[in-house]
């Protein structure tokens, strides 16, 4: 017996076209009762919106996002616009009873994001964050070998984030860049993946310290208004912070997006006492895997293809070797989360792990602001970790 899902999407961009595809593509790979249905999209340009529905297969459109949430004809509703507008219409879904998929950076603030978990919860409705990066086989089976003790302790988290499409002083001042848009720049943009990434394998951040930088601060605007040709980039083009694990082990990120060279650059090395994983987005079907119990002569990292049978999601796809793509780590995520809503069980990463997501990015925030180390609470924004403040 197949279960609807009715998608009501806000956006239509890079992130809408990403999870259209997704939700057009699952039932190809996912043989669950759960079955999205592709039934409107809202964006202001309404030739935009018209041709987005056309080419991603949405059935109507709207150009206002207040009237698709509304419609009763809607069961879930997909939040891909700029970060500014998560919280307004992620609120606005709950509490018209909607369940909820947002992109990341959930929010503008903490106080955003604990408005957007409390109308969930208190909706009754179950909320999605896209920290799509989770859901790459991969990734999973670095979490399966850790959580199976396969590293025994975790000493290092070595986790970057670079990028390089913004180093040519002339690319325009884009919403990723303006602060009344986006909230911050590379560190919330790609930072919050390698957050969370983190988070997932090796569990949540005590306290840290961190550095932002703005390499460029002023751009040409995309379009010149008057005589105004340029605009102020309010927003961090890098970020690197250290931390502390609450298990003890101690983290060095690093988010940029003037790695030149590097176009997608999502990589971790996590070093236990018993071995260490490493994994590049840029090549998301491997893992290389350091077993510290290896004979002598066989020291060193082999590279494992996770598209074996025993590998995560294996299953869904194609025979060994026959690799995935970024794409599929939407398929994975939204497979899982459609299955929650099915069975009525919780799906992670929600909004819990985007509040606590958040709460890391304000940190980092505060410190390079105050430049000392600081905590990252449970109950509310980075304090000082010094000198007992609370
Ligand atoms: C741009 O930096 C971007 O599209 C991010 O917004 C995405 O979250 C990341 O997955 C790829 O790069």
């Not at 670095?142 to 000493?155: F, Q, S, T």
């Not at 990434?197 to 569990?203: D, I, K, P």
């Not at 006492?273 to 987005?281: F, N, T, V």
């Not at 999601?313 to 099915?342: C, M």
Request: glycine content about 8%; charged content about 25%.
């Amino acid at each position: 017996m197949t279960r609807e899902f009715r998608i009501g999407m806000v956006g239509y961009k890079f992130m809408g076209k990403a999870h259209s595809h997704a939700f057009r593509d699952l039932p190809f790979f996912f043989d669950s009762e759960a079955v999205p249905v592709l039934t409107a999209i809202a964006g202001r340009d309404e030739s935009a919106v018209r041709e987005a529905a056309r080419r991603f297969g949405f059935a109507s459109y709207e150009t206002d996002w207040r009237r698709l949430v509304e419609r009763d004809d809607i069961d879930v509703v997909d939040i891909v616009t700029p970060n500014n507008m998560h919280a307004e219409i992620a609120v606005a879904a709950a509490k018209a009873g909607k369940h909820v998929i947002c992109e990341k950076p959930l929010a503008m603030s903490v106080e955003q994001a604990e408005q957007m978990l409390e109308a969930v919860q208190s909706s009754g409705v179950r909320a999605l964050i896209c920290h799509n990066y989770r859901f790459a086989p991969a990734v999973q089976y670095a979490k399966r070998l850790i959580a199976d003790g396969r590293l025994g302790r975790i000493y290092h988290v070595r986790a970057q984030y670079l990028q390089d499409w913004v180093m040519d002083p002339h690319f325009p001042l884009v919403w990723r860049m303006q602060k009344s848009v986006t909230g911050s720049g590379a560190l919330g943009d790609i930072g919050a993946h390698i957050v969370d990434l983190a988070r997932f394998l090796v569990g949540e951040i005590t306290d840290l310290t961190a550095t932002l930088e703005t390499f460029i601060g002023e751009r040409p605007l995309a379009e010149p208004m008057g005589n105004q040709t340029k605009g102020l980039v309010d927003v961090d083009d890098a970020v690197a912070w250290l931390a502390h694990f609450e298990q003890g082990a101690l983290g060095v990120f690093e988010a940029t997006r003037f790695a030149g060279g590097n176009r997608n650059g999502n990589r971790f090395e996590i070093n236990g006492e018993k071995g260490s994983i490493r994994w590049d987005l840029e090549n998301m079907n491997l893992l290389q895997v350091y077993l510290a119990e290896d004979e002598p002569g066989l020291q060193g990292f082999r590279t494992i293809n996770c598209t074996e049978p025993h590998h995560p999601f294996a299953d869904r796809y194609w025979p060994p070797g026959h690799i995935i793509g970024y794409e599929h780590t939407f398929l994975n995520l939204f497979a899982a989360f459609f299955q929650s809503l099915v069975d009525e069980t919780d799906c992670r990463p929600d909004f819990r792990d985007g509040l606590q997501n958040q709460r890391v990015l304000e940190a980092i925030e505060k410190s390079a602001e105050q430049r000392r180390w600081m905590d990252v609470s449970r109950e509310g924004t980075g304090n000082p970790a010094t000198g007992g403040e609370c």
